[in-house]
């Protein structure tokens, strides 16, 4: 069989030059063609939020991608991956992408967001309206690297260039350039089922009778932002939470001792869902005060104090949805933190900030507006003056941002961050404050500047700095923290050193009319394939056929071809 073949190949080489020429010229040229595609870069990429809440659908729809990338300067981006930097994001470009029907969006984040200090509070701010109503677009997110924008720089040149070119070069230019198909790994998105939300409790219990007043402290420990799998929540709501463990720590420390040991009920609440209309709240509240007959919330609450975004900032403001009355252990309260503030911390500037509970909106606006509606007295402290500022839910809120070269002397770095020595300093005046409450010490003439947590009882900056640093360290969006993450058995864990009947509490959404509803496939890998686009296999066809058709042309008019080359090739004849 291999003499036959070798024996075929040599007439074919020994044959007339066109047979050999038609032949081998357009199998040399499929052969050595550019492959369909090249793997060029495998890359994380994490999706933008997807959940229903009350029946309302948020965030984008889809997770399945392939199609080729474009940057959003090119004229035409229906059924294309559009790629943006963060630098040239804009909500205009981005709604040009979804106007155009866009096969997908990613956007690339850079790895030192300090260098860029307005496009972080820009991006912040465009966060919510990202949000506010669903897209089919897939939206994805992806750490920058050197790879990532080499694809970008080259996709971005050819987007670039057809806007200023002729139809031919655009034509000419489309079939010889390199583009890049992006493809995710992961299958369309679904609804998670029999999803928990875990929320936990510890108390400490008071002296002197069975009717002592209680005061709740509750910080919700789940973070949001655009991206799930982003969302790190080091000032919302990680201060809180270190805030509410520290406060823990010291007053378990002061009901040891029998001199010491107040009477009254510490009720310590870690929150999950908050993030999502409060939801841990809402079920513990209902099983509080529906579905029992003994609880602490159903006997003498004095105050509810809700804890969040306190981690920086030289003001406090305490949200309230009604005034205090004169003599209530809620007007109390207020007045001792004015007091703290004004003797021991000057520079900060304290206030209450009244707003009404709306039920009419979808939100809630601060967590203690959720005892409010079940007629409980509750504040919130944050060092932000409303809840509608966009550090609250941002994937820019980072446990610490850098402060780079081109920032002046003791200006602070752009973004939500956690600055552990405002952090500590708030988390003294709480305390001083509840202590004040808890022991009358206003009453008994104690000086505003009387200092009960110093020396051997002061707050600890290194233990809120580590509680801070442990729970920044992986994202704690509530559809990420099951009840079985190690955030949760953490979190018990630590509420189980200082406080008694530590307990975890559950909500589930209903099947028949949930609540909320959240989706997989958060977290994708995605792979750049560097191809040719699709004319030009259409051109190479194009180039062989007529190359073919010439051939075949030739060969069937070859006299008369041959004699036309003989008459120009023949020498002409001297004539004497």
């Not at 997110?141 to 970008?152: N, P, R, V």
């Not at 509840?434 to 010490?441: D, G």
């Amino acid at each position: 069989m291999f003499e036959e073949a070798s024996e075929v190949f040599d007439n074919m080489f020994k044959s007339s030059f066109p047979l050999t020429f038609i032949v081998f010229l357009p199998a040399v040229l499929i052969l050595v063609s550019p492959l369909p595609a090249e793997a060029a870069h495998e890359f994380t990429v994490y999706r933008m939020q997807q959940y229903d809440l009350q029946g309302q659908p948020y965030g984008t729809r889809n997770a399945i991608l392939n199609t080729e990338a474009r940057t959003v300067e090119a004229e035409v981006l229906s059924r294309r991956c559009v790629i943006m930097r963060l630098a040239d994001f804009s909500y205009d470009k981005y709604q040009k992408a979804l106007r155009q029907s866009a096969g997908a969006v990613v956007i690339i984040l850079p790895k030192n967001m300090s260098a860029m200090p307005q496009d972080i509070v820009q991006f912040m701010e465009l966060e919510p309206e990202m949000l506010a109503t669903e897209t089919i677009v897939p939206v994805y997110f992806a750490m920058e690297d050197d790879e990532l924008l080499s694809i970008y720089t080259q996709t971005l040149t050819s987007s670039s260039s057809q806007g200023s070119l002729s139809a031919a070069e655009v034509l000419l230019h489309t079939a010889t350039a390199n583009g890049f198909q992006m493809v995710t790994s992961g299958a369309q998105s679904k609804a998670v089922s029999d999803w928990a939300i875990t929320s936990l409790e510890g108390r400490l219990a008071g002296v002197g009778g069975e009717d002592l007043p209680t005061i709740v402290l509750v910080a919700h420990y789940d973070s949001f932002g655009v991206a799930p799998w982003l969302s790190y929540g080091a000032d919302s709501n990680g201060s809180g939470v270190s805030m509410l463990l520290e406060l823990a720590r010291l007053f378990s420390k002061l009901y040891t001792y029998k001199r010491t040991h107040a009477g009254y009920n510490l009720l310590f609440f870690v929150s999950g869902g908050g993030k999502f209309n409060y939801q841990g709240t809402k079920r513990w509240l209902e099983d509080n005060l529906d579905h029992t007959d003994s609880s602490l919330l159903q006997d003498n609450v004095a105050f509810v104090l809700c804890l969040d975004t306190l981690g920086n900032g030289d003001s406090m403001h305490l949200h309230v949805s009604k005034p205090p009355k004169e003599g209530t252990p809620q007007y109390s309260l207020l007045k001792e933190l004015e007091l703290v503030v004004a003797s021991q911390y000057p520079e900060v500037k304290f206030s209450m900030v009244h707003k009404k509970i709306n039920l009419a909106d979808d939100m809630l606006a601060w967590e203690h507006e959720r005892f409010g509606i079940r007629r409980l007295p509750a504040f919130t402290l944050s060092h932000l003056p409303s809840h509608r500022l966009a550090q609250r839910s941002s994937i820019m809120d980072v446990r610490s941002v850098s402060p780079s070269s081109h920032y002046g002397a003791g200006e602070p770095p752009a973004g939500p961050h956690v600055d552990v020595q405002k952090l500590g300093r708030n988390t003294k005046v709480v305390a001083e404050a509840l202590a004040r409450v808890i022991y009358n010490l206003t009453e008994k003439g104690a000086p505003g500047d009387l200092q009960i947590f110093s020396e051997q009882m002061q707050v600890q900056e290194e233990q809120l700095s580590a509680v801070v640093d442990w729970l920044t360290a992986q994202p704690r969006a509530a559809q990420l923290v099951d009840k079985d993450s190690s955030v949760v058995s953490t979190l018990e864990y630590h509420l189980g050193r200082y406080l008694k009947d530590v307990k975890k509490h559950y909500v589930k959404a209903d099947k028949r009319d949930p609540e909320f509803v959240f989706y997989d496939q958060l977290k994708q890998t995605m792979n750049a394939y560097r191809v040719k686009p699709a004319i030009f296999d259409l051109l190479l066809a194009v180039c062989i056929a007529a190359y073919l058709g010439m051939m075949y042309l030739a060969i069937q008019n070859f006299g008369v071809l041959y004699s036309v080359v003989r008459r120009i090739t023949q020498p002409k004849t001297k004539t004497h």
